[in-house]
């Protein structure tokens, strides 16, 4: 079993819609919690963290449960250009160097 | 630079022939991070850097894997005697300090043919 699972989607929405989806992980030592966002044949690149308490950057709103290890994004009124593959990220208080991540939630945002 | 540059972008190699990556972190950060990227998969962890010393190398897949980081900013990725299931991108990422954001490179394109 992979530490770090998440469904591959695709998730097909239509423009202004709502998505969400989450990520589950396997060592309850992971401490820290991280969205990545990958375009298309580009680099990762830092979405938002995730906090204890949940927290919400614009559209976008990450929570974490640690009692069933999973955290979650949600992607309010979609936008075309959120069309991307979204990467759950852990890092693990064992592991502080090693970020571990899941294998990505396709997005298809739609006119 | 800004941001976190790997050369080179694209390289084809023979089957068995060895290869050399590197990547130039951002200036002054402390860690370095090496993932192999396969088609439709995330980022899988091959080694770690703070500063020169690698810390943690338990992702590299066989000891044809070989990472360097001698004075603690450029790291080289060396792989000897390329297979075919080597082909994959290899992406660098560099961070201020362990457990903060880390920035990714462009990434490696490798296919070995």
């Known amino acids: 079993r992979k530490e770090v699972e998440q469904d591959p989607g695709p998730f097909n929405v239509p423009e202004g819609a709502t998505v969400a989806f989450n990520c589950t992980y396997s060592n309850s030592a992971s401490q820290s919690f991280f969205w990545y966002r990958q375009d298309c044949r580009k680099e990762p690149k830092l979405l938002m963290s995730?906090?204890?308490s949940g927290n919400e950057d614009g559209r976008f709103t990450a929570q974490l449960n640690r009692a069933s290890q999973y955290i979650s994004l949600l992607i309010r009124d979609s936008k075309l250009s959120d069309s991307a593959t979204y990467l759950c990220?852990?890092?693990?208080?064992?592991?502080?160097?090693?970020?571990?991540f899941g294998a990505g939630t396709q997005v298809v945002v739609t006119p | 630079g800004a941001g976190v540059s790997q050369s080179p972008r694209y390289k084809v190699a023979k089957r068995g022939q060895d290869v050399a990556l590197r990547c130039d972190p951002i200036?002054?950060?402390?860690?370095l991070f090496w993932y192999q990227q396969a088609l439709g998969q995330g980022p899988e962890f091959l080694t770690y850097f703070q500063n020169e010393a690698q810390l943690d190398k338990s992702g590299l897949p066989s000891d044809r894997f070989f990472a360097e980081r001698p004075e603690g900013s450029v790291s080289t990725l060396k792989i000897q005697r390329t297979q075919q299931e080597d082909s994959a991108v290899y992406l660098c990422a560099s961070s201020q300090d362990r457990g903060t954001e880390a920035f990714f490179g462009q990434g490696t394109r490798l296919t070995v043919v």
């Open positions: 990220v852990v890092l693990r208080t064992d592991s502080w160097g090693k970020l571990q």
């Open positions: 995730v906090y204890s």
């Open positions: 200036s002054g950060h402390v860690s």
